[in-house]
């Protein structure tokens, strides 16, 4: 099966990987603006919070998802993990996964693919997903 590269995905791509018994993420499709590509939903005390990896993506009409940077202004890691901590802390489980978690939101890492599959292969490793 051949699936997009998303941020934070849902329990629903997961399951996906689950059940299939080979699943590719494809890195060379276009990229599409206002996808979970580079967005995500959190839900929190006061309900859903959308969360927004800036980028920039070079000049031409169509851009490879593999071409497509991360944006360095802004701050936006220390806003998605502190929401992710406001949102979660206070869960089960979170301690033990926070660790893991928050050098995504401390490091610098060029293209959002990279991102995305780096964060998709520490899920997966959580999930027991090969």
Not at 31 to 49: D, F, L, P, T, W
């Amino acid at each position: 099966m051949l699936l997009s590269s998303f941020y934070l995905a849902p329990v629903e791509y997961y399951s996906v990987f689950f059940r299939a018994s080979s699943t590719v993420i494809e890195v060379y499709e276009n990229y599409q603006k206002q996808s979970y590509r580079n967005r995500c939903n959190i839900v929190g005390a006061n309900g859903s919070m959308a969360l927004s990896i800036p980028v920039e993506k070079p000049s031409a009409v169509k851009c490879r998802m593999k071409d497509v940077r991360i944006a360095d202004h802004g701050n936006w890691r220390h806003l998605h993990w502190n929401a992710i901590v406001s949102a979660y802390s206070s869960t089960p489980f979170f301690e033990y996964y926070a660790d893991e978690l928050q050098p995504f939101y401390e490091k610098r890492i060029p293209f959002l693919v990279d991102f995305n599959l780096q964060l998709h292969e520490l899920i997966c490793g959580w999930l027991r997903i090969e």
